[in-house]
């Protein structure tokens, strides 16, 4: 079982802590679970749930499925290299890359997004991110 821990006051202090602590959970979650491509594609809430529960605009919601269908695949892609990677090397290089795509990926969605939208989005990103985590415990605690 792999397990990474960031400290909580370090990861408030910025965006990019919240990103990066994200991140090295995504990395951990990976690598305990090498087969299981469902939790990944998890790891981003669906648009339909995004915009019933930020209220997006019809404007909004056309603009940001292109994003979501794109990190979609983003999120396929890299699981299916970390499967094949065959060393610690190339996986840490497959996950540094997923990582700055959902920099990037967030980035473009706040973008887009109004300022009251804004933490409402990161509050969802964050539960996602749980159930996920929840998800992959019971999988690996019924195993």
Same mark, same amino acid.
Do not use: C, H
């Given at each position: 079982?792999?397990?990474?821990?960031?400290?909580?006051?370090?990861?408030?202090?910025?965006?990019?802590?919240?990103?990066?602590?994200?991140?090295?959970?995504?990395?951990?979650?990976?690598?305990?679970?090498?087969?299981?491509?469902?939790?990944?594609?998890?790891?981003?809430?669906?648009?339909?749930?995004?915009? $019933?529960?930020?209220?997006?605009?019809?404007?909004?919601?056309?603009?940001?499925?292109?994003?979501?269908?794109?990190?979609?695949? &983003?999120?396929?892609?890299?699981?299916?290299?970390?499967?094949?990677?065959?060393?610690?090397?190339?996986? +840490?290089?497959?996950?540094?890359?997923?990582?700055?795509?959902?920099?990037?990926?967030? $980035?473009?969605?706040? $973008?887009?997004?109004?300022?009251?939208?804004?933490?409402?989005? +990161?509050?969802?990103?964050?539960?996602?991110?749980?159930?996920?985590? &929840? +998800?992959?415990?019971?999988?690996?605690?019924?195993?």
């Amino acid at each position: 079982m792999v397990r990474m821990e960031v400290p909580l006051k370090y990861a408030r202090q910025s965006r990019l802590g919240i990103v990066l602590a994200a991140g090295l959970w995504l990395g951990a979650i990976l690598t305990a679970l090498p087969g299981a491509a469902t939790p990944v594609l998890d790891a981003v809430p669906t648009l339909e749930n995004v915009a $019933s529960q930020l209220q997006l605009s019809a404007e909004q919601e056309s603009r940001l499925r292109p994003i979501f269908q794109e990190r979609a695949v &983003e999120l396929a892609d890299a699981q299916s290299r970390l499967q094949a990677a065959t060393s610690q090397e190339q996986k +840490r290089d497959i996950l540094r890359e997923a990582k700055t795509r959902a920099e990037e990926f967030n $980035s473009k969605v706040e $973008s887009m997004l109004t300022p009251t939208q804004v933490p409402r989005w +990161r509050e969802l990103r964050s539960q996602t991110r749980e159930k996920i985590k &929840e +998800r992959a415990e019971e999988k690996r605690s019924s195993q």
